[in-house]
C-alpha cells in the first residue's frame, strides 16, 4: 500500500494554522495526499507519486493541466502590465462578453464573476426582484453553492429524506450549520426528473425561480429524462417563474452552449463556471435581456447589486478567452474528440464489469463519465441513493489510487477526461480497473475456500 509522509506531515503542519488543513472543506480526503505539480493529463504529489488525473478539480481542466495557450494568453496580459484597475470596464470582458453571447444564442448579455456560488447568488437576486416573489424550487441531489438558499438537499441520507415524493417535497435538510430555519420556509426541494412535483408547488407557493443542474453531476452523472427540461420551460412559461439552469460543471464542457445547447431547451438565464477558464476563478451569469438589464435598471426598486473588485480580473479573464478559442477551433472539434475517447472509455469499463460478473452501469456525457454499481441507471437521487453499492464504488476509488489513476476518493463523484488524455492513456486506464476487480474476485474466492 502506498504511504503519504510528506503529504501527512504538510497536512498536520497546515492544520496548526487552517482548520481541518485544507482552505476548502470540500477537498478533503484520504488519504490526504497533498499535490504539488501538473500537466496535461498528470499530476504529481510530494511524495514522488505519479497519477493520471480524472478528477480534473472538480471538472474545469476541459483542456487539461497547464495548457500551453492559456498559460501563453495569462503571461501576455501580465507582460503587457495589464491589472486591475477597479474603475470603468475593460477590453479584455467586453472580448470575452462578446464570444459567449455568439456562442450562445439564449444569452443577450453576461456578467463576470469569481465562482458559481456568487453566480448562483446573482441568478436567484435576479428571478426574485423580476418576479417579485421569494420561494425557489431545486431538485434534490443538485449542489448550486454555499450560499443560505441553496445549501441544502444534496446527498441527504435515505433516513432523513424518507420514501419518494410525489407532487410533494422533502424536508429542508442543510448541508451547513449557521442557515437559519427561517430559509425552509422559502426553499422547497424536490425529485429531479419530476414535474409532477414541479408543477404541485407552483400551485402551492408563488415560484420566483426553478434552479437545477440540466444533468445532476455533483454526484456522478444524472440525465434528464426525455421531455423533463422541456416540461421546465413549459412549467415556467406556464407560472411565469425564471428557470435557471446552473452549468457551473456541463457548460463548456459538453459544448460551448453547455448542455442546453445539447438539449435544444433555453433557459432564461444560466450560470457558467469551472471549464469555461481551464481551472483559472471565473464565474459567468448570462440571459435574457430584461433579465440581466435589472442590474442596472433605473427603478431602484428593482435594481439589483452587483459588485466584486476581482470581476473581470484581467488574467482569469484572458484565462477564458483562449479556453474557448480552443474550445472552439475548427467547428468544435475537441467535442467530437472526447465523445469519440469518452466512448472508448465507456465501453472499455462496460465490457470489463461485464467479464467479472459485476453488477454496474456508467453513465456518460461527452468527455465525463461515473460508473455506478446498480443494475440501471439512475433517475434521482433516491434512486441512486437506494440502488448504489457505494462501498464497492469507494474500494475502485482507492485501489485505482494504488496504481497510479486518480478517481476523486469519494463515491459518486463524476470522473472528466481532458483534450490532454490519450487512447493509451485510457487504454492504461482500463487496465488498472481490469487489474481492481480481478484482485477483489481472487479474494472473494480465498474467503469463500476458507469459510468452506
Known amino acids: 500500500m502506498t504511504h503519504y509522509p510528506k503529504s501527512q506531515a504538510i497536512l498536520s503542519e497546515n492544520s496548526r494554522y487552517i482548520p481541518g488543513g485544507v ?5 478533503a480526503v484520504d488519504p490526504p495526499i497533498v499535490f504539488e505539480r501538473a500537466d496535461g493529463a498528470w499530476m504529481w504529489d510530494v511524495d514522488g507519486n505519479r497519477y493520471l488525473d480524472y478528477h480534473a478539480a472538480f471538472g474545469p481542466y476541459v483542456l487539461g493541466h497547464n495548457d500551453r495557450h492559456v498559460n501563453d494568453a495569462v503571461r501576455r496580459v501580465i507582460d503587457e502590465g495589464s491589472s486591475l484597475y477597479g474603475s470603468g470596464t475593460t477590453k479584455l470582458e467586453g472580448q470575452l462578453a462578446h464570444m459567449i453571447c455568439d456562442a450562445v444564442p439564449f ?33 434534490q441531489g443538485g449542489y448550486h453553492g454555499w450560499h443560505n438558499d441553496v445549501a441544502c438537499n444534496l446527498m441527504t441520507p435515505l433516513a432523513k429524506l ?3 415524493r410525489v407532487a410533494d417535497e422533502y424536508p429542508f435538510e442543510t448541508i451547513s450549520a449557521g442557515i437559519p430555519q427561517e430559509h425552509s420556509s422559502l426553499i422547497h426541494a424536490i425529485n429531479f426528473n419530476d414535474l409532477e412535483s414541479v408543477e404541485a408547488m407552483c400551485r ?7 434552479i437545477t443542474e440540466p444533468i445532476l453531476q455533483n454526484i456522478g452523472i444524472v440525465h434528464p429524462l426525455p421531455g423533463y427540461l422541456e416540461g421546465l420551460r413549459a412549467l415556467a412559461d406556464k407560472y411565469g417563474f425564471v428557470l435557471i439552469f446552473d452549468e457551473v460543471k456541463t457548460g463548456f464542457r459538453h459544448a460551448l452552449g453547455g448542455y442546453s445547447a445539447v438539449a435544444g431547451v433555453a433557459p432564461d438565464l444560466v450560470v457558467y463556471g469551472k471549464a469555461i477558464a481551464n481551472g483559472y476563478p471565473l464565474a459567468v451569469i448570462g440571459g435574457k435581456k430584461e433579465l440581466m438589464d435589472l442590474f442596472v435598471s433605473p427603478d431602484a426598486t428593482k435594481r439589483v447589486l452587483l459588485a466584486g473588485t476581482y470581476n473581470g480580473h484581467p488574467i482569469p479573464t484572458a484565462a477564458a478567452i483562449a479556453t474557448i478559442e480552443r474550445l472552439a477551433h475548427n467547428d468544435g472539434a475537441i467535442y467530437r474528440d472526447f465523445e469519440t475517447l469518452g466512448q472508448r472509455m465507456q465501453s472499455g469499463l462496460e465490457k470489463i464489469f461485464k467479464d467479472a460478473g459485476t453488477t454496474a452501469v456508467v453513465a456518460r456525457q461527452g468527455s465525463a463519465f461515473c460508473t455506478y454499481f446498480m443494475d440501471h441507471l439512475p433517475v434521482d437521487w433516491h434512486d441512486l441513493a437506494t440502488h448504489h453499492d457505494t462501498e464497492m464504488d469507494a474500494h475502485l476509488r482507492r485501489e485505482l489510487l494504488e496504481r497510479g489513476v486518480y478517481f476523486f476518493q469519494l ?8 483534450a490532454a488524455h490519450t487512447e493509451a492513456d485510457v487504454d492504461q486506464t482500463l487496465e488498472a480497473v481490469e487489474d481492481v476487480l480481478a484482485a477483489r474476485l481472487q479474494t472473494v474466492g480465498k474467503r469463500a475456500t476458507l469459510n468452506g
Do not use: F
Open 162 to 164: 424518507g420514501p419518494r
Open 107 to 139: 444569452v443577450d448579455s453576461i456578467q463576470v464573476l469569481n465562482t458559481g456560488s456568487e453566480a448562483t447568488y446573482q441568478a436567484l437576486r435576479l428571478a426574485r426582484a423580476a418576479t417579485g416573489r421569494s420561494h425557489i424550487l431545486k431538485p
Open 23 to 27: 482552505v476548502s472543506t470540500n477537498r
Open 204 to 210: 402551492k407557493y408563488p415560484i420566483a425561480a426553478l
Open 411 to 418: 463515491p459518486m463523484k463524476q470522473c472528466s477526461l481532458s
